[in-house]
């Protein structure tokens, strides 16, 4: 508690285009290794690159969304190291000029809303992948990865927790997929971050020395990460000892941070302009054409869901967290505005039969005609709750029609008034010794005889009529 945490994220978001950022390779995931690859995204010699338009168009949609200030002029600039998977032996990258500065994005913490600045957003490509798996003797390198284009996003240093970062890398993810700029995929790396992290005593002025961890894909092993390497920040600092500025892996299985080498600086990467590619030149009417093209994003959509369908801020914050099952509850409001009723059967019913069968909305069987039908006859008085739910399983099961599930299963309310209180009666006399006990003031003894008629009525009554009937004739037996 004597301590505080500063940290900083550098966020690497794939971009959804057809091609890779500088040649016409497939951009796709999954092929065999080695075959969405050509002489330009190979490195060969004598190959000149040709930047993707709309590569570019994502990057600024992205910058705009994220409230920077998009540059007229940016450069490509050549960041140069040797390692296996990049194999021009240097990473075209945008250095000093990049596309767009000076943002923010804002987070919810537990203490209330948080902007954490956005330093620099800019373009450049991505490096082959190392496949250490597959032998235990040598290494493999899969360049299908080489060249694909990468928006990176560099916030300031004003994240204070793990919490805090993992909540801004959550609500990242989901304004990049509400953008349609990034997919999302932290398995398949489609989305992944680096933490930069110092530790200072709290009150300190001064910064602590800093430390990175690599190639965290996963918003648990960001959590994860980063309180290991603070706690082993902290348990060197307490020992009088030196932190060393170093580039630290994590290891999932140990949930421990190692040393991967020492970190460089920028020096250490000789930048310097990259003589292939003319600078990257925007106009005010490209950048006010890609502004256009920016759809409602989650933190308007859960303002305006809370203003227009007074429904809750959490239930509001469960539905913009995905953009289809936002879309899904605006098409159900299009067909029955009836929108609280809508919200609570997807947050409790529809999401739940997602996540348990692990399907996407675009795989569900389950329409929005066919949830508004089973909402119309449960309000019209037609079906039970039990009974509207178990069409919503079957539905899930098996697909059909909602009134031929009815008709199948006979799902048909009771509405008789005097066949409910007949049967309410038959039961009351047939159970005196609980009738005395109610008269006692025993009231939950009203659930005994609600399960009593439930059970003789096989649930075909409506619950809150059901109790209404139950209570006057005990009050009046």
């Not at 609570?344 to 795989?363: A, G, P, V």
């Not at 005994?448 to 619950?463: A, C």
Request: contains cysteine.
């Amino acid at each position: 508690m004597n301590y505080e945490a500063i940290i900083g994220l550098e966020v690497h978001a794939q971009l959804k285009t057809r091609s890779k950022i500088f040649c016409g390779c497939p951009n796709r995931f999954g092929s065999n290794p080695n075959t969405n690859v050509c002489p330009v995204c190979l490195g060969m010699p004598g190959t000149l690159p040709v930047l993707n338009r709309f590569a570019v168009e994502l990057a600024v949609r992205t910058a705009l969304a994220l409230n920077c200030f998009v540059h007229k002029e940016s450069r490509f600039a050549r960041k140069n190291y040797f390692y296996p998977d990049l194999p021009k032996g240097y990473q075209i990258t945008q250095y000093d000029k990049p596309l767009a500065t000076g943002g923010y994005l804002e987070i919810e913490t537990g203490n209330g809303p948080k902007k954490i600045r956005i330093k620099r957003i800019h373009l450049e490509e991505d490096a082959g992948k190392d496949l250490h798996d597959i032998s235990p003797e040598k290494s493999y390198i899969d360049y299908n990865r080489s060249g694909v284009p990468l928006v990176e996003i560099v916030t300031e240093p004003d994240i204070s927790s793990p919490e805090e970062a993992s909540k801004f890398l959550k609500t990242l993810r989901n304004v990049l997929m509400y953008l349609e700029v990034c997919d999302g995929n932290m398995e398949e790396g489609s989305l992944r971050c680096d933490a930069n992290i110092s530790v200072r005593k709290k009150g300190s002025n001064e910064w602590g020395t800093k430390t990175e961890i690599k190639n965290l894909n996963s918003f648990k092993f960001l959590e994860r990460a980063l309180t290991c390497e603070i706690e082993r920040h902290i348990g060197i600092l307490e020992r009088n000892e030196k932190i060393e500025q170093q580039t630290m892996l994590y290891d999932p299985k140990e949930n421990t941070t190692r040393p991967m080498r020492s970190k460089e600086e920028s020096h250490d990467y000789r930048y310097f302009e990259e003589p292939d590619l003319l600078p990257l030149i925007l106009t005010d009417e490209d950048i006010l054409s890609f502004r256009e093209d920016i759809c409602e994003l989650p933190h308007q959509k859960k303002k305006r869901y809370i203003e227009q369908f007074g429904i809750s801020s959490y239930e509001a914050d469960i539905l913009v967290q995905d953009k289809q099952i936002a879309d899904f509850f605006e098409d159900c409001i299009l067909l029955l505005n009836e929108p609280k009723q809508i919200a609570s059967w997807i947050i409790n019913d529809y999401m739940r039969e997602l996540n348990q069968r692990k399907i996407s909305i675009k795989e569900s069987p389950v329409t929005p005609h066919k949830l508004v039908a089973i909402i119309k006859q449960l309000r019209d008085n037609k079906i039970t709750l039990n009974m509207a739910r178990e069409i919503f399983v079957i539905l899930f099961e098996e697909g059909g029609d909602v009134q031929e599930i009815i008709n199948r299963k006979g799902f048909e309310i009771i509405d008789d008034t005097e066949e409910i209180i007949k049967s309410v009666r038959e039961i009351i006399s047939s159970h005196p010794e609980e009738l005395a006990k109610y008269k006692k003031g025993n009231q939950n003894l009203i659930g005994f005889f609600m399960g009593e008629l439930m059970r003789r009525m096989k649930g075909k009554i409506d619950p809150k009529k059901a109790r209404e009937i139950v209570k006057s004739e005990l009050d009046k037996a």
